[in-house]
């Protein structure tokens, strides 16, 4: 049933672009898909192991770069990113956590957050190699039509899908919830929480890596302040995970089409689009305050909720 | 035949503070081992330092013959050394069966290994009928016996608590007492610091009193009841200063 269930749904997604629906509804839906594969990352580091990541923009923009460098400057096709950026990826987390899994709290938070914001100045300046804020532009995208991009990030879904349930269903995932719950009762039942973080940044970092490598070749275009932005990227992957429910399977990808519509919705409003972003705040507020384990997370409580209403 | 822990010339500071002076002492095969001292003497600091939380400021550590100070805790805990914790660290949103099975994992091959294992030693600390309840939801009781089920459940050789039996009702106290018993028949060692006199007195094969960081005194429970030093150490000079 769990392994089958996310295979049909995922089956069933397959078949929408065989529907007559519009170049922009097409862009929706792959842009939540991609939002529900950096939500499941995002959550594999903060839903599961407890480490909150301000700065997973970092992966996102290095994913991106990977392939924009790889296209730009070896003239090779841009979905060689895909593979490119897991090397790269790996190597810049067991480096960045080497550093920041040392801190704790508020420490580690705080880290994470400068060190999207470090590396988005850095791509910024380092022009010979990202031509700075000019941004790399594809000059002819893979596919004019969207279904074949659309195939190709589902693919991704499902495969993220499938590696974080292996991983949270087996010995690991009981070690990342223990390192959530207690770091130093954890260390003293014989499991090595600097391994286990590490596998959890890494694997979290990789997996967001590749959702940005694909991003350069949907949109064909990327420059720091997109793909580096603090609440563009490493905010809403924090926001859909909340929406939808941390530390559940099924709760990045609720929070990813809930947050993604929303904002597209938000956004289209006259006068209170520009403030989008002062939308999500409260919305966040209001989701810590009264469903603290999100949509997923806190669906018992939802029910209840509108049981109770029809009954009285 | 060396001893399975042994403990040389331990000193750990603080800052200037001496919370450990140059205590030695060794933990047998088999036994249950005793350590006692008013609050403040060092017990808990011993633990962590035997644990590996704090690496001795001087002095070493050995497991088996083996040096283990300056390892890190779960690498000592590999090595067949576990701890409970004073102040309760359950892994509370999980169930207590998961806070099991988490530690279970360390020397099972499999997810259904770990899970038997974790039944067993449920079963074993009475802790089965509670075994779907979030930790942070359960009475502090069955709290202080997780802590145990956990440790045990890394197959330990010496297993350490820490005031495992403090802040319970004289019921739980005895079924804890019965608990430690069955552990100690299973052919683990213990060493305890406890506070409970009756407790300490009853079940230990041997104390090690602490004071102000120093060894006081060693030896049988008839030993430590008798010896003047150890009753001035806990009630003050009977001549009155």
């Not at chain 1, 839906?29 to 990352?41: D, E, H, S, T």
């Not at chain 1, 909150?52 to 970092?58: D, E, I, L, N, R």
């Amino acid at each position: 049933m769990q392994r089958v269930a996310p295979l049909a749904v995922a089956a069933l997604l397959a078949l929408v672009p065989l529907l007559p629906l519009s170049s922009y509804l097409m862009h929706i839906f792959i842009l939540v898909i991609m939002w529900a594969i950096i939500g499941m990352a995002w959550n594999l580091l903060g839903g599961y192991t407890g480490l909150v990541s301000f700065g997973h923009a970092a992966f996102f923009g290095l994913g991106a770069y990977s392939a924009g460098i790889v296209y730009q400057s070896l003239g090779w096709s841009g979905w060689w990113g895909l593979p490119i950026s897991v090397v790269v990826v790996t190597v810049f987390s067991l480096v960045m956590g080497f550093v920041v899994l040392r801190l704790r709290g508020p420490y580690f938070n705080l880290s994470t957050l400068a060190i999207g914001e470090v590396l988005r100045v850095t791509a910024q300046n380092l022009d010979k190699l990202t031509q700075g804020d000019l941004g790399i532009l594809i000059k002819q995208r893979s596919w004019t039509d969207k279904q074949n991009f659309y195939w190709v990030v589902l693919l991704m879904a499902l495969g993220t899908y499938y590696v974080v349930q292996a991983l949270v269903g087996s010995r690991r995932g009981y070690y990342f919830v223990a390192i959530r719950e207690d770091q130093d009762a954890a260390e003293s039942l014989g499991i090595d929480t600097t391994l286990n973080k590490t596998i959890a940044l890494t694997v979290s970092g990789v997996l967001t890596g590749l959702a940005g490598a694909f991003y350069f070749n949907y949109m064909g275009y990327i420059d720091p302040k997109v793909v580096f932005d603090l609440p563009g990227i490493s905010i809403l992957a924090i926001m859909i995970v909340m929406v939808g429910g941390a530390a559940t399977l099924a709760g990045p990808l609720v929070g990813s089409l809930i947050m993604v519509l929303l904002a597209e919705w938000v956004r289209s409003i006259p006068k209170l689009g520009a403030a989008h972003m002062s939308v999500f705040g409260v919305l966040l507020i209001l989701i810590i305050i009264f469903l603290p384990n999100g949509l997923v997370g806190d669906f018992a409580k939802i029910r209840r909720l509108f049981a109770w209403k029809k009954a009285s | 035949m060396t001893a399975l822990l042994e403990v040389r010339e331990v000193s750990r500071f603080f800052g200037g503070l001496a919370a450990l002076t140059d205590v030695s002492f060794s933990v047998e095969k088999g036994e249950i081992l005793g350590l006692i001292g008013p609050n403040g003497a060092g017990k808990t600091t011993m633990f962590n330092v035997v644990n590996g939380f704090y690496p001795p400021s001087r002095g070493e550590v050995f497991f088996k013959g083996e040096r283990i100070s300056g390892l890190k805790p779960h690498q000592i805990c590999q090595r067949g050394l576990a701890r409970t914790f004073q102040v309760v660290k359950p892994l509370q949103r999980m169930s207590t069966l998961d806070n099991v099975v988490a530690s279970a994992f360390l020397r099972a091959k499999s997810k259904a290994e770990a899970l038997a294992k974790a039944e067993e030693i449920l079963k074993f600390t009475g802790l089965w009928e509670e075994r779907d309840m979030l930790s942070k939801g359960l009475p502090l009781g069955s709290r202080k016996r997780l802590e145990i089920a956990r440790a045990l459940a890394t197959g330990p050789d010496l297993l350490l608590l820490d005031e495992a039996c403090a802040g319970l009702n004289p019921c739980e106290l005895d079924a804890s007492i019965e608990i430690i018993r069955k552990i100690k028949e299973r052919g683990i060692t213990i060493m305890i610091i406890e506070h409970h006199m009756k407790v300490i007195m009853s079940i230990s094969d041997r104390i090690v009193v602490l004071t102000y960081g120093q060894k006081l005194a060693e030896g049988t429970p008839a030993d430590i009841s008798g010896n003047a030093e150890v009753i001035k150490a806990y009630l003050g000079d009977p001549d009155g200063d």
